[in-house]
DNA sequence: CGGAAAGTTCGACTCTGATCGTACTGTTCG
DNA sequence: CGAACAGTACGATCAGAGTCGAACTTTCCG
């Protein structure tokens, strides 16, 4: 098999997406995936951004984010690839990545002009 | 006093939304108040939700809600009333009240016409 | 004043969820 | 074939969040 199943994303619920989107890691790791735009290495990507976790957890957050349909796995040879499923979001919950793209994180990205005060 | 201390609109990380959104007691909670769209109170509100929590877990609820900007809470005699900030949140977070409008909740309202299969 | 009602605060309990380590599967390549 | 690598699956552990109950605060009214 080169797809790995996923949710119709009319299934798909905010309350799920929600909590997907609630926890610090996979925030960041869909904030990367929706820079890149392309078929990324997740553990890769989490690694880049500075995440160091077992590769056990980065799977178990993977599976999270496939299974509330935010995400899509392809297999490729000896690695698996991961997307957004930005036309299907966007078509569910418009304006919701942009939003992440926006809001650059607050726990990483110190260096936001927030300093007005 | 007659007003609640809340952040302002600038200072709200999208980080701290998620993560408030992720509970199902405060999105039934938000939920109701985006469809009320005015001065509520907020443990009757749940109450009629069919939520059924301690008066010191709805306070705690409440106020996970008001640190993360989405609500705002107004003195009234005996009793505290709460409501949207809906222009702020609207400002910071484009759409993302629409989208809790429109996507009904998935544990409590099961007769969502999601059977267009 | 004194009781009632609504909400907050605090401490303690519970339980979900993130994390890790190990074992296992599947793929590539020598 | 067999070693190496990427990822998954499973079980165990641990921290954090939701929950509750009791005590306290504040306000209203008899």
Known sequence: MTEVIEPAIE???IDVVLSALADPVRLTLVRAL???GDWTCGSD??????VTIGKSTVSHHIKVLRD??????RVDGIRRLVTLRYD???QRFPGLLSMLRE?????TAAAAPTSSA
Request: aromatic share 0%.
């Open 45 to 50: 990507v989490l690694k880049e951004a500075g």
């Open 34 to 36: 929706v820079a890149a």
């Open 68 to 73: 509330a349909g935010l995400i899509r796995t």
């Open 103 to 107: 809001h650059a994180s607050a726990r």
């Open 88 to 90: 299907d979001v966007e």
């Open 11 to 13: 299934t798909v619920t």
